[in-house]
Structures are given as C-alpha cells and as structure tokens.
C-alpha cells in the first residue's frame, strides 16, 4: 500500500540533545512538507521541499533543519537551539495538485 | 499572503442533529480549498477538495462543502452527525498548482467537533 510512515511514534530528548524524526513515503511524489501541531495552533510549516536537493524555510524553521538526498525521504532534525520542542510533528507529501497525504505522526517530548 | 479563519473553536452537537463548520478564507486568485479531519493523536485525513467546476462538493463520509466566492467562504457541512465524527476539523488554502509537484498550504487552527449521544 502507498503511503507515508514516520518513526518513531514516540520520541523522548534530554535538553541540549538533537533528535532526528524520520519521513519516508512511496507515493512517489515530488514535495514533501514538516509541521508542527501545538494545542490550538493548527499546524504551522516548518520546512518544505519541492524536489530532491532543495528545501525551503516554512514559517517557524528557527531551530529545525532538514535534508532531501533522495525523492522518498526528508528527515527532520530537532536542534538544541530549538527552545520550546515539545509537539506533535507530522510529514506530508504531495504531487501537483496540492492535496497534501499526512503521516501519523512523531509525539516529540523533552524530559 | 493567503489565510484561513475558523472562527469556531469548538462545537457541540447531538448525534443525528446537522452540521456546518465554518471557513472563510484569504486569498487574491482562484484558490485550491480543502477539508482535513484529524482523530487524537493521528495524522489528517482529507474529506474534500475544491479546485474548480461545481461549487458544491462532495467528500468522503457524508460530508460536503460548498464554495462561495463572494463570501470568500468553504463551509463545510454534513446532514445528519454520528457519533464517530467527533474529531478536529482543519479547512486548508492552497495557491494552485506549481511547476515541480505541489504546493504549500495554509490551515486554519481547528474546530473541535464534540458529538452528544
């Protein structure tokens, strides 16, 4: 079955740590997209990319970096520098007509 | 820049009662509309979309929505709420489609939907 996964379900950092949420879909699509999802926020972009090799800052990439090596994975990487990482991550993809396939997403917590 | 209201925090209904929830958006062209349904601790799931054509749309579920320009509005709607439709309702702008594959949307902040049985 096509689709997207991320791992793990649930993640657990100590303060100063990184962490890495890991993207994969088999879609075949070309962009893929990171949101975070507060308590009353919706979701807010964090990175996006259009094709392999190239991403783009989304609205809150402050603390986030990404990578796009190959067409069906685009981790995220939670740096230390990012204050308040505690949320909900979810990865999405999609093709050209803008309708966006969501993971189940990553429950980030910082003990 | 485009935006998306949902002025409805949270919203009580009887199950078998109707629905409407509602979205207004901001946007200076055609936009590509959506609705996404979200269960606690899952990712979303899209009801309907809207790019053109028919104004009233027809998603998975019962649900539907109708697109009305001069309101700058997508609301959508269902006849009659079962008990497991209790859930997060987000509606979603896109600009339409780009060279390259997709583009970014941006989501409205969510109406908790409670069903009373």
């Known amino acids: 079955d096509g689709g997207i996964t991320q791992s793990p379900k649930y993640l657990f950092r100590k303060e100063g740590q990184n962490v890495t949420l890991s993207c994969e879909q088999n879609l075949n699509h070309d962009a893929m997209y990171w949101y975070r999802q507060d308590p009353g926020q919706g979701l807010r972009l964090i990175y996006y990319?259009?094709?392999?090799?190239?991403?783009q800052k989304g609205d809150i990439a402050e603390g986030y970096s990404v990578s796009r090596e190959k067409k069906e994975s685009f981790p995220l990487t939670v740096t230390s520098a990012q204050k308040n990482p505690t949320a909900f991550y979810l990865c999405?993809?999609?093709?050209?007509?803008?309708?966006?396939?969501f993971g189940p997403g990553t429950r980030l917590t910082v003990l | 820049a485009q935006s998306v209201t949902q002025p409805d925090i949270h919203i009580t209904v009887s199950e078998g009662a109707s629905l409407e929830l509602r979205c207004n958006y901001s946007y200076g062209a055609t936009p590509y509309l959506f609705w996404y349904v979200q269960s606690p601790g899952q990712g979303l799931q899209l009801l309907l979309k809207y790019f053109s054509g028919d104004t009233l749309v027809q998603g998975i579920k019962g649900f539907e929505a109708e697109f009305k320009r001069s309101q700058s509005s997508f609301n959508l709607r269902k006849p009659s709420v079962h008990w497991s439709d209790a859930a997060e309702y987000f509606c979603a702008v896109g600009a339409g489609a780009v060279t390259g594959g997709g583009n970014k949307l941006t989501f409205g902040t969510g109406t908790q939907l409670k069903v009373e049985l």
């Open positions: 999405a993809s999609s093709s050209w007509d803008n309708e966006q396939f």
């Open positions: 990319s259009q094709i392999v090799n190239d991403f």
